[in-house]
């Protein structure tokens, strides 16, 4: 089952050699687990997607300039996210003002090819005695 996401959560990318971590601003004031509740909208790279430590896709010309540089040996370089759409599908039911919140089934991709996904939501289940 689909958890909600928010602030803090762990994000994988399946080019990135590291996992990164979702920030979500407190703009709104939904909260989950004592954090900012994520939407969709979520996605902008260095704002709210954060490195995935060294990308190994030869479709990031970073990657692609090095390889060449290195004789064809593939080269990672420093992950920088460009994800210039929305998260998808996120919870078209649940709304945060008119935007679907993002769950962790929803994916976002990069434009360099590789799929985002969340790993651990960030949201915990308090339990009240």
């Known amino acids: 089952m689909a958890q909600h996401v928010?602030?803090?959560?762990?994000?994988?990318c399946s080019f990135g050699l590291a996992p990164g971590t979702l920030a979500v601003l407190p703009l709104r004031?939904?909260?989950?687990?004592?954090?900012?509740?994520?939407?969709v909208m979520d996605h902008q790279?260095?704002?709210n997607v954060l490195p995935f430590g060294a990308c190994t896709t030869p479709s990031n010309p970073a990657v692609a300039a090095a390889t060449a540089?290195?004789?064809g040996v593939l080269t990672?370089?420093?992950?920088?996210?460009v994800t210039p759409a929305p998260w998808l599908p996120g919870t078209p039911t649940v709304l945060?003002?008119?935007v679907p919140v993002l769950n962790s089934s929803s994916t976002l991709q990069c434009v360099w090819g590789g799929t985002i996904r969340v790993l651990v939501p960030g949201q915990v289940t308090e339990l009240v005695p």
């Open 29 to 39: 004031r939904v909260l989950t687990s004592g954090q900012p509740a994520a939407t």
């Open 45 to 47: 790279p260095l704002v």
């Open 76 to 81: 990672p370089m420093p992950c920088v996210p």
């Open 96 to 98: 945060e003002g008119e």
């Open 6 to 12: 928010c602030n803090g959560a762990t994000l994988g």
């Open 69 to 71: 540089a290195a004789l």
